[in-house]
């Protein structure tokens, strides 16, 4: 043993031998423990246990009570067999055991009554209370049935919840209460925390939530769709998941029959499911696709820079957007007439009693009975017609011709997903001949495949050039001086689940483009696709660049049908080529520049064109609207620059 140093024995510690360790010595359980044991033991012996413990611990609080009253009573009696009896009363008012006192047969019997008339209220408010709490648990779980009719019937759960509801919730401007209720198969508790989280209040909307899948009939039956004024069937994030909407849309009608149709928006991704879709339907369903939507959107946006501020005004509630207007005072009136008699709204297409549109109609069209006013107001409340016409400057419209059209164009596609294909069928559509576009993407196999594709689809009309390289990448975008091309389009990667956010790889191209903006000091014309709107807001390009968000966008779409069922074909029209669409023209174009003038003399410029002015961009563009209003007064008087432009719906060779 080294000096100084104590053997472990001396320590009081375990002591090794051979170089193993010691047992510890037994240490007997605290008496505490051992109470502790017995106690928990006795409770595992079920309701019994736990009844007997429940009597002994009111007994020893009880009795010693009851028995320091009956002592300290002035009125209690001296002996001591009636202070015993008069304990046992105490205590057997206290515990509801009848307290009486006499022979003990009588006290027995007293008893005996007491622990039935214990049972029975203990087993009576035991029942109600589970059959409330079932209720409650049930009700929690969103599988109680909704009974409600006229109301909005919301199907599956996906990104455009949140701008449905705050949609519909922002239609529902007139007073009155509404319902929508939404079907999902997720928990009715989260679903309700995610859409107070992203919509907030609702006003006098209430949105009732039902947990269930969209494809059972049966959980379809919870939520009423044969009674609502429309059922709106949402698209998921994957186009894997259009065979999901078909068969929500079976279901649908199993559960509301073939007999009772209701009116149905839907949406798909895949425009093989489209055919099946409407189908399964039936004669009341509009399916949108919603990657054809999207690609759309892209090109008119490269095509006309500005458009998605119209799109998003036109789309949402906020703002001014499309209404129906039946007056008797319409029938007989031609077009021209109506259009001037609207001195708040802008008249731009006339509804048919047969549900059809008919989009900028020539002036001498006269209105029908039953035939409506299609407007662009603030709501429909706020269309009057005015006996008299909003005056205009003949001295401030223009006559002289517009432009020639414009010559090939370059466009730069930066990026390839799945609606890449139809991006490019339509360039080639809608380009002057002789265009070319420059395709930015990766060299795998499969997108090689799809680039060839489109290439030979664009045929002679566009020429189609792949630059393998990585859009990410600042070598790439510095080698095509992104500044010479009239246009350029960024894409994201699909979505695809357990993988980085599309937006995260958009985000950096955006970038890039920046800095090429910046370091030869011109701007780029850019048209973003994003798949989540949040991102917006982190772009470096600001408000500056077009933004189609296209979940955000179909989610619009398909509230603005589900109040108007007609809007599915002015709609369809505005986007389709060769009809009436969007345009933003120079303001020289309908108005004399660089004094002022009434927007009545702008409608009435357009008019005489065969065109319909709806609104105005100024130039430079200031302020939340990025210079856009939409339906301004006729009356309303403004100085016109040479930069400004007209927002007008004509057809394509206008």
Known sequence: MVPGQRSAAQEGGPVRIGGAPARPAYRPPSVRARFRYWFDTTLTRGT????????????????PVSTLLAWTDQR?????????????????????????????????????????????????????????????IALGRGHARVLESGHTVVLGWSEQIPTVLSELVAAHTDGRRRVVTLLADRDKAS???????????????????????????????????????SVLVLPHDDPRAD???????????????????????????????????????????????????AA?????????????????????????????????????????????????????GIVHRDGTVALNPAGSVRFLADDALLVI?????????????????????VRTPPDPPAGPVRVLLLGWNRRAHRVVDRL????????????????????????????????????????????????TTDALDPTGYDSVIVLGPDHRPGHADPDDRTLVTLLHLRTTEREAGRPVPVVIEMADDRNRLLSPHGRRADYVV???????????????????????????????????HPAGHYVATGRTASFATVVESAARRGARAIGYRSRPATGPDHGLRLNPPKAHVRYWHPQDEVVVIAREHR
């Open 550 to 584: 296209s979940g955000r966008l179909v989610g619009l779409l398909m509230t603005q049908i589900s109040q108007g069922p007609h809007l599915a074909t002015v709609f369809e029209e505005l986007l389709a080529p060769g009809g009436n669409t969007l345009h933003l």
């Open 243 to 293: 065979v999901e909407v078909v068969k929500t849309l079976l279901s649908l009608s199993a559960a509301v029959g073939e007999e009772r149709p209701v009116r149905v928006i839907a949406a798909v991704r895949d425009d093989r499911y489209l055919t099946a879709a409407r189908l399964a339907g039936g004669p009341l369903a509009t399916v949108l696709g919603t990657d054809d939507l």
């Open 428 to 475: 080639a559509l809608h380009t002057p001949l002789g265009s070319t576009l420059d395709v930015v993407a990766g060299s795998d196999a499969e997108t090689l495949a799809r680039i060839r594709e489109a290439t030979e689809a664009a045929g002679a009309r566009m020429e189609v050039c792949h630059r393998p390289g990585d859009p990410t990448s600042h070598e």
């Open 377 to 397: 107001a603030e709501d429909e409340r706020s269309t009057r017609l005015s006996a008299t016409p909003t005056p205009y400057d003949p001295t401030a419209l």
């Open 191 to 229: 679903m309700e925390e995610d859409l107070h989280a992203a919509v907030g209040t609702t006003g006098r909307t209430r949105v009732i939530c039902r947990s269930g899948r969209p494809t059972d009939p049966v959980a379809l039956a919870r939520v009423s769709p044969g009674t609502a004024d």
């Open 296 to 348: 759309r959107l892209l090109v008119d946006c490269a095509r006309r820079p500005g458009l998605s501020l119209v799109h998003q005004e036109l789309l949402d509630f906020a703002g001014h957007e499309f209404h129906t207007v039946r007056e008797p005072g319409l029938s007989g009136l031609t077009f021209e007439q109506a259009d001037r008699a609207c001195p708040v709204s802008t008249a731009v």
């Open 48 to 63: 019994p246990a736990l009844c007997a413990w429940l009597a002994l611990v009111c007994l020893a609080v009880v009795i």
């Open 76 to 136: 209690a009696p001296t002996s001591l067999g009636d202070r015993v009896a008069a304990v046992w009363r105490n205590t057997g008012q206290t515990l509801r055991l009848g307290g009486e006192v006499g022979p003990p047969l009588r006290v027995a019997l007293s008893v005996l009554l007491a622990l039935i008339a214990l049972f029975y209220v203990s087993t009576l408010v035991s029942l109600i209370t589970a059959g409330l709490t079932d209720r409650v």
